[in-house]
C-alpha cells in the first residue's frame, strides 16, 4: 500500500511538472506572439512618422539638381568672377555679361583670378569696382535664394513635417521666384542668343521651370494631416490669425521696403534717380547704371544714349541683382505677413524654416556690402546705413530663426 502510494503520489507530481511545464511554454509563446504584434505596431507607427516627417525623395532629389546647378553658378560670380566652368556656352555668357575683364589667372597661384582679392580699396576707371560689386552681390542673392529652396529640404528641421504642410509657404514662394527668373530670361533670351549664350540661358529657364512644376505638383497633391488643438482657439496673447513675430514684421517691414523699393528702380527703371535716397546719383554713377540706362532728360542721356545698347550685359547683371533682391524680400515678407500663427501653432515652424536660410543668405550679402565698403567711399559713397540695416536684419531672423 505504501508503495502504491508512493507512486501515485510520483505519478500527480510529474503530471502537475507537465501541466506547468506546458502552461510556461504557452506563456512564452503568448509573450513572443504579443511581442512581434507591439513590434509590427511599432514599426508601422515609425514608418508613418517618417512618411508625414520626410520631405519626398524624389523632390529632393530634383531641387538638389536644379537649384544646385543654379547655385553652382552662383558661386562661381562671387567667389570667380569671370571664370568659365561649363565650356563654351559658360564662355558666352560671361562674355555678354563683361564678367571675363575681372578674371585674370596669368600669375598662377598669385593671381586674383576673380576671387575676393579682386576687391581694390580704391574705385578707378581701370578696376570698375562698381561693376564687380554688382556682380558679385548678384550672385550672393542668387545663392541666398537658391538656398532657401535646398537648406530646408537638405537639411530639414526636427519640427518641420512634410505631411503637415510646414514647407508649403516656401514652395510657392520659392516658385514664384523661379518663374520670375525664368520670364527674366526668356526677356533677355533674343540678346543671349546673339552673344552665343542661349544654350545656357534655356537651360537655365528650363531648370527652373521643371523645378516649379514639380515643386508644384508634390504640393498639390500631398495629403495634409493637420493637428488642430481641442482647446480655445486663442493661444495666450495670439490669436490663430496673428502674425507670427511682430519684432521680425516690424523689422522686415522697415529694412525689406526699403531693399524692395531700391530693387524694384533696378529692376523695372533702370537708372533712374530716386531723389529721397541720398546720394543715388553716386550709386548709380558707381554701379555704372548710366551707361546702360541713361535717365531722360538729365546730362547723362545726352553723354551716354548712342553708347547705351553696347552695354546690354551690363544691364542684364545690374537688373539681375535687382530681381535676387526682390525675390529674397519676397521670401521675407511671406514670412512675416502671409504667415500667421495659424489653430495647429504651425506658424512659427513655418516661419522659421525661412527665416533661418534668409539670414545666412543676408549674412553673405552683407560680407560682400563690407568688402567693397572702401572701394565706394573712395567713389564718395558711404555704405555704413546698408550694412546697419542688413546687418540688424540678418541679426533679427538669425536670432528667431535658430533660437
Same mark, same amino acid.
Given at each position: 500500500?505504501? *508503495?502504491?502510494?508512493?507512486?501515485?503520489?510520483?505519478?500527480?507530481?510529474? *503530471?502537475?511538472?507537465?501541466?506547468?511545464?506546458?502552461?510556461?511554454?504557452?506563456?512564452?509563446?503568448?509573450?513572443?506572439?504579443?511581442? &512581434?504584434?507591439?513590434?509590427?505596431?511599432?514599426?508601422?507607427?515609425?514608418?508613418?512618422?517618417?512618411?508625414?516627417?520626410?520631405?519626398?525623395?524624389?523632390?529632393?532629389?530634383?531641387?538638389?539638381?536644379?537649384?544646385?546647378?543654379?547655385?553652382?553658378?552662383?558661386?562661381?560670380?562671387?567667389?570667380?568672377?569671370?571664370?568659365?566652368?561649363?565650356?563654351?556656352?559658360?564662355?558666352?555668357?560671361?562674355?555678354?555679361?563683361?564678367?571675363?575683364?575681372?578674371?585674370?589667372?596669368?600669375?598662377?597661384?598669385?593671381?586674383?583670378?576673380?576671387?575676393?582679392?579682386?576687391?581694390?580699396?580704391?574705385?578707378?576707371?581701370?578696376?570698375?569696382?562698381?561693376?564687380?560689386?554688382?556682380?558679385?552681390?548678384?550672385? &550672393? *542673392?542668387?545663392?541666398?535664394?537658391?538656398?532657401?529652396?535646398?537648406?530646408?529640404?537638405?537639411?530639414?528641421?526636427?519640427?518641420? !513635417?512634410?505631411?503637415?504642410?510646414?514647407?508649403?509657404?516656401?514652395? !510657392?514662394? +520659392?516658385?514664384?521666384?523661379?518663374? *520670375?527668373?525664368?520670364?527674366?530670361?526668356?526677356?533677355?533670351?533674343?540678346?543671349?542668343?546673339? &552673344?552665343?549664350?542661349?544654350?545656357?540661358?534655356?537651360?537655365?529657364?528650363?531648370?527652373?521651370?521643371?523645378?516649379?512644376?514639380?515643386?508644384?505638383?508634390?504640393?498639390?497633391?500631398?495629403?495634409?494631416?493637420?493637428?488642430?488643438?481641442?482647446?480655445?482657439?486663442?493661444?495666450?496673447?495670439?490669436?490663430?490669425?496673428?502674425?507670427?513675430?511682430?519684432?521680425?514684421?516690424?523689422?522686415?517691414?522697415?529694412?525689406?521696403?526699403?531693399?524692395?523699393?531700391?530693387?524694384?528702380?533696378?529692376?523695372?527703371?533702370?537708372?533712374?534717380?530716386?531723389?529721397?535716397?541720398?546720394?543715388?546719383?553716386?550709386?548709380?554713377?558707381?554701379?555704372?547704371?548710366?551707361?546702360?540706362?541713361?535717365?531722360?532728360?538729365?546730362?547723362?542721356?545726352?553723354?551716354?544714349?548712342?553708347?547705351?545698347?553696347?552695354?546690354?550685359?551690363?544691364?542684364?547683371?545690374?537688373? !539681375?541683382?535687382?530681381?535676387?533682391?526682390?525675390?529674397?524680400?519676397?521670401?521675407?515678407?511671406?514670412?512675416?505677413?502671409?504667415?500667421?500663427?495659424?489653430?495647429?501653432?504651425?506658424?512659427?515652424?513655418?516661419?522659421?524654416?525661412?527665416?533661418? +536660410?534668409?539670414?545666412?543668405?543676408?549674412?553673405?550679402?552683407?560680407?560682400?556690402?563690407?568688402?567693397?565698403?572702401?572701394?565706394?567711399?573712395?567713389?564718395?559713397?558711404?555704405?555704413?546705413?546698408?550694412?546697419?540695416?542688413? +546687418?540688424?536684419?540678418?541679426?533679427?531672423?538669425?536670432?528667431?530663426? !535658430?533660437?
Amino acid at each position: 500500500m505504501a *508503495a502504491r502510494r508512493r507512486q501515485n503520489a510520483s505519478n500527480t507530481n510529474a *503530471a502537475l511538472a507537465t501541466n506547468d511545464t506546458n502552461r510556461t511554454i504557452k506563456s512564452a509563446k503568448k509573450e513572443q506572439e504579443k511581442k &512581434a504584434v507591439d513590434d509590427k505596431i511599432e514599426s508601422n507607427k515609425l514608418a508613418e512618422t517618417k512618411a508625414a516627417y520626410l520631405a519626398p525623395l524624389p523632390l529632393v532629389m530634383i531641387v538638389l539638381l536644379c537649384s544646385g546647378f543654379l547655385w553652382m553658378l552662383a558661386f562661381r560670380d562671387v567667389m570667380a568672377t569671370g571664370r568659365p566652368i561649363l565650356g563654351a556656352m559658360d564662355e558666352a555668357m560671361l562674355l555678354f555679361t563683361k564678367s571675363t575683364s575681372f578674371f585674370d589667372d596669368r600669375n598662377g597661384f598669385k593671381s586674383s583670378a576673380g576671387g575676393l582679392s579682386t576687391i581694390k580699396t580704391a574705385t578707378t576707371d581701370e578696376n570698375n569696382m562698381g561693376g564687380l560689386f554688382v556682380r558679385k552681390v548678384g550672385g &550672393a *542673392a542668387a545663392i541666398a535664394v537658391h538656398s532657401q529652396k535646398l537648406i530646408p529640404l537638405l537639411f530639414q528641421p526636427g519640427d518641420a !513635417y512634410w505631411k503637415m504642410g510646414h514647407f508649403n509657404p516656401m514652395l !510657392y514662394t +520659392a516658385i514664384l521666384g523661379n518663374m *520670375a527668373i525664368a520670364t527674366f530670361y526668356i526677356f533677355y533670351l533674343d540678346d543671349l542668343k546673339a &552673344a552665343g549664350a542661349g544654350k545656357l540661358s534655356m537651360t537655365i529657364v528650363t531648370l527652373l521651370m521643371f523645378e516649379a512644376a514639380v515643386m508644384l505638383s508634390y504640393v498639390l497633391t500631398a495629403k495634409q494631416k493637420v493637428f488642430v488643438p481641442a482647446k480655445s482657439s486663442s493661444i495666450g496673447s495670439k490669436s490663430p490669425s496673428s502674425v507670427t513675430n511682430r519684432i521680425v514684421s516690424r523689422t522686415v517691414a522697415i529694412v525689406s521696403s526699403a531693399i524692395g523699393i531700391i530693387a524694384c528702380r533696378d529692376l523695372f527703371f533702370p537708372g533712374q534717380i530716386l531723389s529721397p535716397i541720398p546720394r543715388d546719383d553716386i550709386y548709380l554713377e558707381w554701379t555704372g547704371a548710366f551707361f546702360h540706362s541713361p535717365p531722360a532728360d538729365e546730362p547723362e542721356s545726352e553723354e551716354y544714349e548712342l553708347e547705351a545698347p553696347l552695354f546690354i550685359g551690363d544691364k542684364f547683371v545690374s537688373q !539681375y541683382l535687382g530681381l535676387n533682391m526682390l525675390i529674397m524680400c519676397l521670401f521675407k515678407f511671406t514670412s512675416a505677413f502671409m504667415i500667421k500663427y495659424g489653430r495647429d501653432r504651425s506658424g512659427p515652424t513655418k516661419c522659421k524654416i525661412i527665416w533661418r +536660410a534668409q539670414a545666412l543668405g543676408q549674412g553673405l550679402v552683407l560680407f560682400l556690402f563690407r568688402l567693397f565698403t572702401p572701394a565706394a567711399k573712395s567713389a564718395s559713397l558711404d555704405l555704413r546705413w546698408h550694412l546697419m540695416m542688413l +546687418a540688424y536684419e540678418a541679426f533679427i531672423l538669425g536670432l528667431y530663426g !535658430y533660437f
